[in-house]
């Protein structure tokens, strides 16, 4: 493998410095340089490691400035490896103005799979992984996270945010508000840490349970969400079928209530259901 001219994008474990790869190992040793969010938390990692590669801070306050450094430096022949502090490098941490300085310039990147918060904890939350959406952090201002989640409220797709400690109280809350207390909430923190613990409860239950205790909101958190399903989708197949037989006959309001009446489901959501295959 030679190094030279090529940007290594270099995923560091999550909390479990185990959870490293032997070919990410390999690319710290041998690149020039590693770029890293902070060098003092990276220093840990290298020196558990036994790695003495120089280490250049790259975070999102110089990121723009020291790209250009950077890419000159990989332009003249140099190797360099980035990381961020945890995870995959700009998943919610810095890095894209770099690689997209690269791409512009013809330098070679080279991504390493491994370690992502969010999908570690999506592998694990019992919510459905066939098609997910990744939002990272949800803004820090009440109006502007109420607003993101009433844009999000009948989005399909399983939900992923990060979120810190000390507003995880306020979005579940913000949660009951706009997605209903029903809605499945599994909170994922500290992953791969001594204290992990992933709980998975409706909305308006988790923030009674995150209230009991002030150490469930602390750590690193990963939030997720299920996503929405139409009414429709929670009526059996009998009370369609039925449903579709009697709307043969009959105006579909009448339809609905005998429907109703015959299997024990919610009129309004046969009606809704009625009106959405006209």
């Given at each position: 493998?030679?190094?030279?001219a090529?940007?290594?994008?270099?995923?560091?474990?999550?909390?479990?410095?185990?959870?490293?790869?032997?070919r990410?190992?390999?690319?710290?040793?041998?690149?020039?340089?590693?770029?890293?969010?902070?060098?003092?938390?990276?220093?840990?990692?290298?020196?558990?490691?036994?790695?003495?590669?120089?280490?250049?801070?790259?975070?999102?306050?110089?990121?723009?400035?020291?790209?250009?450094?950077?890419?000159?430096?990989?332009?003249?022949?140099?190797?360099?490896?980035?990381?961020?502090?945890?995870?995959?490098?700009?998943?919610?941490?810095?890095?894209?103005?770099?690689?997209?300085?690269?791409?512009?310039?013809?330098?070679?990147?080279?991504?390493?799979?491994?370690?992502?918060?969010?999908?570690?904890?999506?592998?694990?939350?019992?919510?459905?992984t066939?098609?997910?959406?990744?939002?990272?952090?949800?803004?820090?201002?009440?109006?502007?996270?109420?607003?993101?989640?009433?844009?999000?409220?009948?989005?399909?797709?399983?939900?992923?945010?990060?979120?810190?400690?000390?507003?995880?109280?306020?979005?579940?809350?913000?949660?009951?508000?706009?997605?209903?207390p029903?809605?499945?909430?599994?909170?994922?923190?500290?992953?791969?840490?001594?204290f992990?613990?992933?709980?998975?409860?409706?909305?308006?239950?988790?923030?009674?349970?995150?209230?009991?205790?002030?150490?469930?909101?602390?750590?690193?958190?990963?939030?997720?969400?299920?996503?929405?399903?139409?009414?429709?989708?929670a009526?059996?197949?009998?009370?369609?079928?039925?449903?579709?037989?009697?709307?043969a006959?009959?105006?579909?309001?009448?339809?609905?209530?005998?429907?109703?009446?015959?299997?024990?489901?919610?009129?309004?959501a046969?009606?809704?259901?009625?009106l959405?295959?006209?």
């Amino acid at each position: 493998m030679s190094p030279a001219a090529v940007l290594y994008i270099v995923p560091t474990p999550i909390g479990n410095l185990s959870d490293i790869s032997h070919r990410a190992l390999e690319v710290l040793q041998q690149v020039d340089v590693i770029a890293c969010e902070d060098t003092r938390h990276t220093a840990r990692l290298l020196s558990h490691y036994q790695i003495s590669t120089p280490t250049w801070a790259l975070h999102d306050h110089n990121e723009q400035h020291k790209a250009e450094q950077l890419v000159a430096r990989l332009s003249s022949g140099k190797s360099i490896a980035l990381v961020s502090d945890a995870g995959t490098p700009l998943i919610s941490d810095p890095g894209y103005h770099l690689v997209n300085r690269c791409r512009e310039a013809g330098i070679r990147v080279v991504p390493l799979p491994g370690a992502c918060a969010a999908i570690t904890a999506l592998s694990a939350a019992g919510l459905a992984t066939d098609r997910f959406a990744f939002e990272g952090f949800l803004p820090a201002k009440e109006k502007a996270r109420h607003d993101k989640l009433e844009s999000l409220k009948e989005e399909s797709r399983s939900l992923i945010f990060y979120e810190s400690p000390r507003r995880l109280l306020d979005t579940v809350a913000e949660l009951v508000a706009v997605m209903g207390p029903d809605r499945q909430v599994v909170v994922a923190r500290e992953l791969t840490k001594t204290f992990e613990t992933i709980h998975s409860l409706p909305a308006a239950e988790m923030l009674e349970w995150l209230r009991q205790d002030d150490n469930r909101c602390r750590g690193e958190i990963v939030l997720m969400v299920a996503g929405h399903r139409p009414d429709s989708e929670a009526l059996p197949a009998e009370a369609l079928r039925t449903l579709t037989l009697l709307r043969a006959e009959l105006p579909l309001k009448k339809a609905a209530a005998i429907t109703a009446e015959i299997h024990g489901v919610k009129k309004n959501a046969l009606y809704k259901y009625g009106l959405e295959q006209e």
